[in-house]
């Protein structure tokens, strides 16, 4: 089922628009060190570097970034940039993403004339408490990732926290020559294009019955 394509709950094959869902257990597969490397192999996607590193966007068909709408749980993002909305969340508070291509300004406002983006992130169940802790080492960049987190619910309140932070050197060329250098070693990196990243969020919601649900969150 997805939402976001026509903004109330349908089956992906019944939505009138290309879609593409990724799940969580897809994400805790794929060896990634950020949410854009996510979504760099669904079709029609292309992961943007406005040139500022670690601050990646999405394309949709060939669509600039700026005209691509990203939500969470269904709340744009604010973006006050000439580049589009960066791809800064920690794919492991992520439950579930729907990417829709094409054009979805008639449900979502002229932001959206590239597609849409929206991502779910992870809730407990009532009753349900659980912790979470991971790490990662990626070698063309000698970098390092840190996060965990806390999530739980009871019948009427649920919490999540949770800590990230990577650290990654400048890219490297694991091999060959640079043309009009004659120097092997004078381009082995490139520079600057080392990045840091720190995020924390924290999020409570008080259920007021089935369908409704009353959210404070925060992140920075």
């Not at 869902?21 to 996510?38: F, G, S, T, Y």
């Not at 597609?115 to 991971?134: D, W």
């Not at 969020?201 to 920075?220: F, H, K, M, P």
Request: proline share 4%; with cysteine.
């Amino acid at each position: 089922m997805v939402v976001s394509a026509t903004g109330y709950q349908q089956e992906v094959l019944r939505a009138p628009a290309s879609i593409t869902v990724v799940e969580h257990d897809q994400i805790q597969r794929k060896p990634v060190a950020d949410l854009a490397e996510v979504l760099r192999d669904i079709p029609g996607v292309d992961i943007v570097d406005s040139g500022v590193a670690g601050m990646k966007r999405i394309s949709l068909r060939g669509e600039s970034s700026r005209r691509v709408l990203i939500k969470v749980n269904g709340q744009p993002l604010p973006d006050h940039s000439s580049y589009g909305s960066p791809l800064l969340l920690d794919a492991n508070t992520i439950e579930r993403i729907e990417v829709v291509r094409g054009s979805a300004s008639v449900v979502h406002g002229s932001n959206a004339i590239g597609g849409v983006v929206n991502i779910t992130t992870r809730q407990a169940a009532p009753g349900e408490q659980e912790a979470f802790i991971g790490a990662g080492y990626y070698s063309a960049t000698h970098g390092q990732r840190l996060n965990g987190g806390v999530l739980g619910a009871t019948d009427r309140f649920d919490w999540r926290l949770q800590l990230s932070k990577a650290d990654f050197g400048d890219r490297r060329i694991p091999r060959g020559q640079v043309k009009g250098s004659t120097d092997q070693t004078k381009y082995s990196r490139l520079k600057p294009s080392d990045s840091e990243q720190k995020s924390v969020s924290a999020e409570l919601g008080w259920r007021l019955d089935e369908r409704q649900r009353i959210t404070e969150v925060n992140r920075c």
